[in-house]
């Protein structure tokens, strides 16, 4: 175990020299929701339900391209990795027995990324529990522990999965979301938090469903953290910390009436039974159910459809042989029937619902429940588990606490909970852009919590979406301080989708529309008050026709068919300078101009028009998309951009005006710059290459500098400064979407005038 490189102050980040570090990430690797043997996307039907004889080595990519991909990363400026991984590639194929080959292939990638640099924390990843009930996450054999026949998800609805929907090609947009709200997973988090209180018959060798399920999930995470522990030189030094379980869900706890689609329920997609009709088509009975869609405006109803299982049920029969995995189900369980049916929440005799509100106050004290309640009470109580254990193992990790999604988190703030080295962890998606995979100009908040506490929720024109975006983000955040007290706020997951207006960009390079809604995300991620975030997603097998190869969704910021984002040397510049600086070093003087070193090639207003110029890109343009000349660079400019890394004092704000390609950095340091830890800001060669970049200060000396990295180079900016409030600006070169020569259409003399700050200095 290595000492601190990351710790936790208040609601700050800092490394070793008390800089305040900004979390600057990226989710890796969106591969790792599904088996690399058999390597089966969520399209394929091929031995799916052999769940148990499948491996996870080689996600999220194979160690001999690892170098490949972090290369990559680092020079897109990331300093941070969300690494996902799921409890199936731990315990696939049955209760206790731990995929080793798996956990040593994962400490080996986690070496590589120490050789980079990265903080890196730890995700067990789920999306409406399984690959098995439409997402990804547990193992299949917890489903049959359950008392659930996997077979049967798709023609009752219980849950609609993509590996067996007769037509994968077109498996409707974003409907594994609406998984959530049918009886499969209703049931499963039920289980999962609550099962003791609303489940007592579900037990399973001499457990309760919750025990059962909790205990494993827990052991396995621990099982790898222990693991990594005995590794050595990564825990702390490249492992900082742990995630709580991705994007858990209440279940049914809370519902206040079983017949009808709670209020709170925002989204509606394809079929949208209440909970009690779910119960009944999942055993069997055919229902009509109201059918929904997405439009500009939400979710609206189309119409009705008769949903008929013909006496298909998603539990198995009676007759199931249960000693295949060596548990033993309590005789009180019986196999073969809803086991709501079982609590007598429905007569199947009669298909009558009997009680209601069942989940709707808790059964110790008959106080009633809501997502708050359920958040408080049954979320914390699994928490607290999942911490204290992998605290057990990793003794000073942060922990992530991710409370359900776009609810109100648990009220903490001065009580047990309140742990100083803990963060909160938050998702955000902006709704209407997610589901109808289209950026428009005016939008009506869809976050859950959010639309019904922030005023105006209709929003027109872009600059409104765009501070809309920002306030919404804000909101979190200041929630988070008054809930759960004063911690860091990190957006693990925050994206959009690339196959936005039919696959628009693919057929023609034109990436306008996501350059447009990925900087906005940003300029509201840089306006927000958080402390970084992890975008949502890198997926290293991307490609046009399958997206990220799971449910339909394209997120990745990378892709095998689009254009790499320009490097250094493909820019063709003329700067043969490996460094440049402020010609002052007293720290307390304005510095305004720059300096260059002996080596750099004069640059004329001759030559300045020519210096831009890459006729090497030029081609690969052409070739790859000869219907248009945009050069398809996947939105690259609006991700790829300044941000500050390591900060000496606190940030007070920044942001990156991509239109004008300015960066901007206010801060507050209580003493000078030390010598050995500048303030460091990431700087992209593509907007800022050092020819061309005016660096402006309120004091202090600069260098910008060209490090090597892997097969290629990131620019840094470092900055020493006074204490007290210190600002920097840096300006660069202006170019339109997916161009790389300047913008001059704004302005004539933009050549000119960046000759002149350049020959300024000579």
Not at 518 to 546: I, P, R, V
Request: hydrophobic share 35%.
């Amino acid at each position: 175990m290595t000492s601190l490189r990351l710790r936790v102050e208040g609601s700050t980040f800092r490394d070793q020299q008390n800089r305040e570090v900004t979390l600057r990430g990226i989710n890796i690797d969106a591969t790792a929701k599904y088996p690399k043997r058999p390597n089966q996307p969520s399209y394929i039907p091929d031995n799916f339900y052999d769940g148990d004889n499948v491996s996870f080595v080689g996600r999220p990519f194979e160690l001999d391209d690892a170098a490949v991909h972090f290369d990559r990363l680092k020079r897109w400026g990331y300093n941070t990795l969300r690494y996902i991984f799921t409890w199936e590639a731990i315990e696939h194929s049955g209760p206790g027995k731990y995929d080793e080959e798996w956990i040593d292939f994962t400490i080996e990638t986690l070496k590589i990324a120490k050789k980079y640099g990265f903080y890196v924390f730890m995700d067990p990843h789920q999306d409406v529990w399984s690959r098995h009930s439409g997402g990804s996450g547990a193992p299949m054999w917890t489903l049959y522990a359950m008392g659930f026949n996997p077979a049967n998800f798709n023609i009752t609805q219980g849950a609609l999965v993509h590996n067996t929907y007769p037509d994968p090609e077109n498996f409707p947009k974003m409907i594994w979301g609406t998984n959530y709200a049918r009886v499969v997973c209703q049931t499963i988090f039920t289980f999962f938090y609550a099962g003791k209180d609303f489940a007592p018959k579900a037990i399973i060798n001499g457990k309760n469903i919750q025990d059962f399920l909790q205990d494993h999930f827990i052991a396995a995470c621990k099982h790898l953290a222990w693991r990594i522990h005995e590794a050595g030189w990564l825990e702390n030094d490249v492992v900082i910390g742990w995630e709580s379980m991705n994007e858990g869900s209440r279940g049914l706890v809370g519902y206040q009436d079983l017949s009808l689609v709670p209020s709170e329920q925002k989204l509606q997609l394809g079929t949208s039974p209440t909970a009690f009709q779910a119960m009944l088509t999942g055993s069997g009975r055919p229902c009509e159910l109201p059918t929904w869609a997405f439009g500009s405006f939400g979710p609206y109803q189309t119409g009705r459809e008769l949903v008929d299982p013909k006496g298909e049920s998603v539990w198995l029969p009676a007759d199931y042989d249960d000693s295949q995995y060596g548990w033993k189900r309590d005789p009180g369980w019986k196999l073969g029937e809803c086991i709501w049916a079982q609590h007598g929440v429905w007569d199947p005799s009669t298909d009558t619902l009997l009680k209601k509100d069942y989940f709707a106050r808790d059964p110790k004290n008959g106080e009633q429940l809501d997502y708050e309640g359920f958040t408080n009470q049954y979320f914390m109580a699994h928490y607290r588990k999942f911490r204290n254990e992998i605290r057990s193992a990793h003794s000073d990790s942060i922990m992530f606490c991710q409370p359900p999604v776009m609810e109100i988190p648990p009220t903490i703030k001065g009580t047990v909970d309140d742990d100083p080295n803990m963060v909160h962890a938050v998702h955000y998606y902006d709704g209407l852009t997610l589901m109808r995979k289209h950026w428009q100009v005016f939008s009506i908040l869809f976050a859950m919590t959010i639309a019904n506490k922030l005023q105006e929720p209709f929003k027109i024109g872009e600059t409104a979406i765009r501070n809309c975006i920002r306030d919404q983000l804000r909101f979190l955040r200041d929630e988070s301080f008054k809930l759960m007290g004063n911690h860091p706020l990190v957006l693990t997951e925050i994206g959009i989708p690339y196959d936005m207006d039919d696959k628009h960009a693919y057929k023609t390079g034109d990436f306008g529309s996501q350059v447009s809604a990925m900087d906005a995300h940003h300029f509201a991620l840089e306006g927000s008050g958080t402390n970084g975030f992890t975008l949502w997603t890198y997926m290293s097998e991307n490609n046009h026709k399958w997206g990220d190869q799971w449910n339909g969704e394209d997120l990745s910021l990378y892709s095998t068919e689009d254009l790499e984002f320009p490097t250094r040397g493909s820019l063709a510049l003329v700067d043969n300078s490996r460094n440049q600086s402020s010609t002052s070093l007293d720290r307390n003087s304005p510095s305004f101009s720059l300096s260059r070193s002996n080596t750099l090639t004069q640059v004329s207003p001759d030559n300045v028009k020519s210096a831009l110029k890459t006729p090497s890109i030029a081609a690969q343009s052409e070739s790859a998309f000869a219907l248009s000349d945009k050069p398809g660079y996947r939105a690259a400019e609006a991700f790829i951009r300044p941000s500050p890394i390591v900060t000496h004092g606190n940030v007070t704000q920044y942001g990156f005006d991509l239109k004008n390609c300015s960066f901007t950095l206010s801060l507050t340091a209580d003493s000078s710059t030390p010598e050995a830890a500048p303030t460091i800001i990431y700087l992209p060669e593509y907007h800022y290459p050092s020819t061309y970049t005016e660096v402006l200060v309120s004091g202090g000396k600069w260098v910008i500098d060209v490090q090597e990295v892997g097969s290629g180079t990131v620019q840094l900016l470092k900055w020493w400064h006074a204490e007290g409030d210190q600002n920097i600006k840096v300006n660069g070169v202006k170019r339109k979407p997916g161009a790389l020569v300047p913008d001059t259409s704004e302005d004539e003399g933009y050549l000119e005038q960046c000759q002149r700050n350049v020959c300024a200095v000579m």
